[in-house]
């Protein structure tokens, strides 16, 4: 029997995500993270900090996959409210932590900072909860049941994922290989490209093409799939439609 | 009667992007695009090429939202799927838009390329819907009730946005001021931004930390009001917060 597809969604938590001022980049670390693990991210949404969306995406977003990533709204300012909004979608009481306030106490004391009331905040976790680690700046994440609680800030949201790995059981690990053919127009091949995916189900095709000037345009052809040997056959198929139209095929190393 | 709150969500359409493949860059220069028209974007989703998904979340968000923006799924290949799943969810048939077919006609034309089966695709649209240019490649986008469906490669999106604007009804244009604090930390202030926020009903105030180095480190606090008469008291105390536990405020401008 082949390995099950494991699947992960990723709520991104912060109304600067969506008013643009910050651009995200923990969906494609959290996915590339997963990948050789044998997660695949199959949803992300993203929510305004306002707790009733939080709850709601997130019940909805934990019944519907194996695993749940959430990033942001953990830190120590009353817009930080992902802890209270998680216990509510577990329906779990939330209180201060004994070892998370430790890992706070800790931290400040050897930096001689303060543990203000609003540092103390990012103790507070649901219960039933475990702490993840953070190697970057003291105040730990938390896994409840299929959800883990990341940090926003990117630096410290990567450094958490390492206390994450361990705890995963993945499926079949979806592997994916790029061919990029300069100078070619995704027109040319749609075709060719439709009746290649039709011969394959169990190789997914993807076309992507770039345009980064007049003369530095492409299209760079995706396969993924969790069998090696059939993905080697895909690519190579692949490779020969680019030269049965002119192009010059380019096995190119690529993640995602 | 102050105007109403016009919300927008966003529907990213594409594997690429799950996979981590590709850095989104759509739905910031979207929201970026749509605020000073009185539009915000109160929800995001990314899902992949799958049809069901598809019209799963366009059929929940355009029901939750004045507006909804899809980019990517467009082109000419294979796993171009959102015209076919705009239709399902409006339970529209779809059909060779004609005045479509006339601009791809008349592009590849003029360029001495053919218009190929795979690209001929990219005329369909749902019944009812109004055509979006695009004054990039062509291929154009469409409207549909309040669901705009725009192109995934992001210099044509922006180029299609020309064509929406004058479509859209705003509301409330909500602004913001923001305000830095180098060598601040978020626990040093997050008491005092509480309970300055408890005493604004009509302003919502967000923390930021970035942390870029040992020494390059600080806390960006940004006001976000439809009254700006309201904004501007708020970021004054914002100054003077910063300033009371030994800060210095610089005033910043940053869109979002």
Redesign the interface.
């Known amino acids: 029997m082949p390995p099950r597809r494991v699947t992960a969604a990723v709520l991104l938590i912060g109304?600067?995500?969506?008013?643009?001022?910050?651009?995200?980049?923990n969906?494609?670390?959290?996915?590339?993270y997963l990948?050789p693990l044998g997660v695949?991210?199959?949803?992300?949404?993203?929510?305004?900090?306002v707790h009733e969306?939080i709850v709601e995406a997130l019940s909805s977003l934990k019944a519907g996959h194996d695993y749940v990533f959430t990033t942001g709204g953990i830190?120590?300012?009353?817009?930080d409210i992902t802890a209270d909004a998680v216990a509510a979608a577990f329906k779990a009481p939330i209180a201060e932590n004994p070892d998370a306030l430790e890992i706070l106490r800790s931290r400040?004391v050897s930096r001689g900072?303060?543990l203000?009331?609003?540092?103390r905040?990012m103790a507070r976790t649901p219960k039933g909860a475990s702490l993840i680690r953070n190697p970057v700046?003291g105040a730990p994440g938390f896994q409840i049941g299929n959800v883990f609680v990341l940090a926003g800030?990117p630096?410290i949201m990567r450094g958490m994922l390492e206390d994450v790995g361990h705890r995963i059981e993945g499926g079949a690990v979806v592997a994916?290989r790029s061919v990029r053919a300069n100078g070619l127009?995704?027109?040319?091949?749609?075709?060719d490209?439709?009746t290649l995916?039709a011969g394959f189900d169990d190789v997914?095709?993807?076309?992507?093409?770039f345009?980064r000037g007049p003369d530095d345009f492409g299209v760079v052809l995706?396969a993924?799939s969790a069998d090696a040997g059939r993905l080697a056959v895909a690519a190579e198929a692949l490779a020969a439609l680019i030269r049965d139209v002119g192009g010059d095929p380019e096995m190119i190393d690529?993640?995602?």
Not at 17 to 22: D, F
Not at 75 to 79: A, E, I, K, N, S
Not at 116 to 119: D, K, L, N, P
Not at 185 to 191: A, L, P, V
Request: no cysteine; proline share 4%.
């Open positions: 109304d600067e995500i969506l008013s643009g001022r910050t651009q995200d980049a969906l494609a670390a959290i996915s590339r990948a695949q991210v199959a949803e992300a949404r993203v929510v305004p900090d969306r830190g120590p300012t009353h817009d400040y900072e303060a203000t009331e609003a540092r905040r700046s800030v630096g994916s127009r995704e027109g040319d091949i749609g075709g490209l439709a995916q997914s095709l993807g076309s992507y093409p345009f995706v993924r690529e993640a995602g």
